[in-house]
C-alpha cells in the first residue's frame, strides 16, 4: 500500500476546514488541520508534509504570508492559496495555484492536487517501465516505415 501524502490545510473558517479535511480524507490524504497559521507553520516545521493548501485572509498571519514561510523553509513544497474575498490575485504569493472559493468544483481542487503532488514527486517508477516497452515495440506507427 502506498503512503499517504500529507496535507496542512489551514482557514479560520472552521466549517470550510472541516468540509476540505472530509474531502481530502476520502481521497486517501492525511489531512492536518489549523485554523491559526501560526501553529501550521509550526506543524509545517516539524516536517512530513507534502502539500500546503490555505485560505488568504485570515487573522493574525495572512495565507500569503504563510506560503511565503513555508517556501523560504522549502521551496519544493507545493502550495494552494484560496480566497472567498479576493476573485484575481496579482500579487505574488510564491503559491504554486491560486483559486477563488466558489469560482471552482472540488474536483478541479482534487486534481491540482494530484498534478502539484505528481510534479513534486517526479515521474512514477512505472513510468520508466512503459517508456521502456514503449521503446521496444519500435517507434509509433506514424513514424514506422511503410513499404510500397
Same mark, same amino acid.
Given at each position: *500500500?502506498?503512503?499517504?501524502?500529507?496535507?496542512?490545510?489551514?482557514?479560520?473558517?472552521?466549517?470550510?476546514?472541516? %468540509? =476540505? &479535511?472530509? *474531502? @481530502?480524507?476520502?481521497?486517501?490524504?492525511?489531512?492536518?488541520?489549523?485554523?491559526?497559521? =501560526?501553529?501550521?507553520?509550526?506543524?509545517?516545521?516539524?516536517? $512530513?508534509?507534502?502539500?500546503? @493548501? #490555505?485560505? /488568504?485572509? *485570515?487573522?493574525?498571519?495572512?495565507?500569503? !504570508? /504563510? %506560503?511565503?514561510?513555508? &517556501?523560504?523553509?522549502?521551496?519544493?513544497? +507545493?502550495?494552494?492559496?484560496?480566497?472567498? #474575498?479576493?476573485? %484575481?490575485?496579482?500579487?505574488? #504569493?510564491?503559491?504554486?495555484?491560486?483559486?477563488?472559493? $466558489? *469560482?471552482?468544483? +472540488?474536483?478541479?481542487? @482534487?486534481?491540482? %492536487? =494530484?498534478? /502539484?503532488?505528481?510534479? &513534486?514527486? $517526479? +515521474? !512514477?517508477?512505472?513510468?520508466?517501465? #512503459?517508456?521502456?516497452? /514503449?521503446?521496444?515495440?519500435?517507434?509509433?506507427?506514424?513514424?514506422?516505415?511503410?513499404?510500397?
Amino acid at each position: *500500500m502506498k503512503p499517504k501524502r500529507t496535507i496542512l490545510c489551514v482557514d479560520d473558517n472552521e466549517q470550510s476546514l472541516s %468540509i =476540505r &479535511k472530509v *474531502m @481530502l480524507e476520502t481521497r486517501g490524504y492525511r489531512v492536518l488541520a489549523y485554523s491559526n497559521a =501560526r501553529e501550521a507553520l509550526d506543524r509545517f516545521s516539524a516536517g $512530513g508534509v507534502d502539500l500546503v @493548501l #490555505t485560505d /488568504l485572509v *485570515m487573522p493574525g498571519v495572512d495565507g500569503s !504570508k /504563510l %506560503i511565503q514561510e513555508v &517556501k523560504d523553509r522549502s521551496p519544493e513544497t +507545493p502550495a494552494i492559496l484560496l480566497s472567498g #474575498t479576493v476573485k %484575481i490575485y496579482e500579487r505574488d #504569493t510564491g503559491a504554486d495555484v491560486f483559486l477563488a472559493k $466558489g *469560482m471552482y468544483v +472540488p474536483a478541479d481542487l @482534487l486534481e491540482r %492536487i =494530484r498534478l /502539484l503532488l505528481v510534479r &513534486k514527486r $517526479g +515521474p !512514477k517508477r512505472h513510468h520508466a517501465r #512503459t517508456q521502456a516497452q /514503449l521503446s521496444s515495440q519500435g517507434p509509433p506507427t506514424a513514424f514506422r516505415a511503410v513499404s510500397a
